[in-house]
């Protein structure tokens, strides 16, 4: 069963989260979410264990390809829900917000599967789907 304490740490790495991933400086810290073995799975590939996660994050081809596609600047992440299955996995969901270059928002949903570590909670398994497509512009508001 989990604690306060486990609540408030897997909280304080899903909000980590957008702090690493937006910002180029903090892309050696894709150890503090993710497990070694972390897989992070969205329309835009797969992508395996922290040197590949890293890599992706820190403008690789891939990721600019990526970037080009959904224009994404920044995830803001909210409405995090943690909870654990009968078998003792622990999962989350939360929403993603992301603003685009062109200044489209478009929403998407994160399915977690956490594991503590003896570095703390991490994620184990990311699954990012779009919910709305980029449709809504945030310009002239």
């Given at each position: 069963m989990l604690t306060a304490?486990?609540?408030a740490e897997i909280t304080n790495v899903q909000n980590l989260y957008p702090h690493v991933v937006d910002v180029p400086?903090?892309?050696h810290r894709v150890g503090e979410i993710f497990t070694e073995d972390g897989?992070?799975?969205s329309p835009f590939g797969t992508y395996r264990g922290i040197a590949e996660?890293?890599?992706y994050w820190s403008h690789s081809p891939r990721r600019a390809e990526a970037l080009k596609q959904s224009k994404v600047l920044a995830h803001n992440v909210a409405n995090?829900?943690?909870?654990e299955?009968?078998?003792?996995?622990?999962?989350?969901?939360?929403?993603?917000l992301g603003v685009s270059t062109e200044g489209l928002s478009s929403s998407m949903v994160y399915n977690d599967i956490m594991?503590?570590?003896?570095?703390g909670w991490r994620i184990v398994h990311r699954t990012l789907s779009a919910m709305v497509p980029p449709t809504v512009t945030l310009r002239g508001i």
């Open positions: 304490l486990d609540y400086a903090n892309y897989v992070f799975e996660l890293t890599e995090l829900h943690i909870y299955d009968a078998d003792g996995t622990v999962r989350c969901i939360s929403r993603s594991r503590k570590t003896d570095r």
